[in-house]
């Protein structure tokens, strides 16, 4: 029986917690390199089939491991030490240790590229993946990006605040700015639904 493939994928901190609150079950990504050409040479042909083969994130049925920002802490128990993972995204005040005086050490945090598969606690698996222009995007597909619901009930960019809207198509686009991506450009992307499994 063959390995169900995996590939790294890199979140952000508001996109790690809208995943694992249930609220983000899709992630576009811009196209590029040799697929991004092939498309643009044979857009009626490519349409018409499926996008599956050519993602470089994956098919349906193989899965994404998260990478996110991750430290390590170290405990004292009764004059021993303890190491477990700590992950930014849900534990931003993690320290490290505490001294005899009482005073806090910061945990070093670690970008999400440098995090190992073993210390990863989401796995993805890709349900469909897909390929349209950004802004094709549907108010259904920019709910499931994980923008957040608001108090007042209006659709924001991320949990972490700035501008609000009354549709999460603005908010999307905030988002997808926020991450350096120029929405008024239009580009391709593939758009990678999945679901949260067991590690």
């Known amino acids: 029986m063959s390995q169900i493939k995996e590939r790294p994928i890199l979140f952000s901190a508001p996109m790690v917690r809208a995943i694992l609150d249930g609220r983000k079950t899709v992630t576009r990504r811009p196209m590029k390199g040799s697929a991004l ?3 643009e040479e044979f857009v009626p042909e490519f349409v018409s089939h499926s996008a599956n083969g050519l993602c ?3 098919r349906p049925g193989e899965r994404l491991w998260v990478r ?3 430290g390590l802490q170290v405990r004292h128990y009764g004059g021993g030490t303890g190491e ?3 992950y930014r995204a849900t534990n931003p005040n993690a320290i490290y240790c505490k001294s005899a005086e009482g005073r806090e050490y910061p945990v070093k945090w670690k970008p999400s590229i440098h995090m190992p598969r073993h210390s990863s606690r989401i796995l993805l698996e890709i349900t469909d993946v897909r390929v349209e ?3 094709d995007i549907t108010y259904e597909q920019a709910a499931a990006e994980g923008v957040h ?3 007042l009930r209006e659709w924001c960019a991320s949990d972490e605040g700035g501008a609000c809207h009354k549709y999460p198509i603005p908010a999307f686009r905030d988002l997808w700015q ?3 991506g120029d929405w008024d450009a239009n580009p391709w992307v593939w758009c990678v639904s999945f679901r949260r499994v067991d590690p």
């Open 37 to 39: 050409k092939w498309l």
């Open 56 to 58: 470089p994130f994956g």
């Open 68 to 70: 996110e920002a991750f």
């Open 84 to 86: 477990h993972i700590v």
């Open 133 to 135: 222009r950004l802004q």
């Open 149 to 151: 619901r608001g108090p």
């Open 178 to 180: 926020s991450t350096g």
